[in-house]
């Protein structure tokens, strides 16, 4: 997740002032949280969905314009 925060700030995709071991951390608790069927029974949510959904979460808090713009280019391709 480091790397992926470090090259997507170096492309210009992800804002550069997010503390990069904040966002990491939080973002794997966030993974491992959408896991949790008690919190999102698969009754409820197909794992897609939710991976979709906190991924989307996830980039929409972090991104530059750039990157939201590439974003929503790649949910359309979907």
């Known amino acids: 997740m480091l790397n992926n925060l470090k090259k997507g700030i170096e492309i210009g995709l992800y804002r ?14 966030g993974m491992v949280g959408i896991k949790n069927i008690e919190l999102f029974p698969l009754t409820d949510y197909s794992m897609n969905t939710l991976m979709n959904h906190y991924l989307e979460y996830h980039i929409k808090r972090n991104c530059t314009e750039k990157g939201v713009q590439e974003l929503e ?3 359309i391709q979907k």
Do not use: A, P
Not at 22 to 29: A, E, G, L, V
């Open 16 to 29: 550069d002032d997010i503390d990069l071991e904040f966002t990491s951390r939080i973002y794997f608790n």
């Open 73 to 75: 280019k790649q949910l």
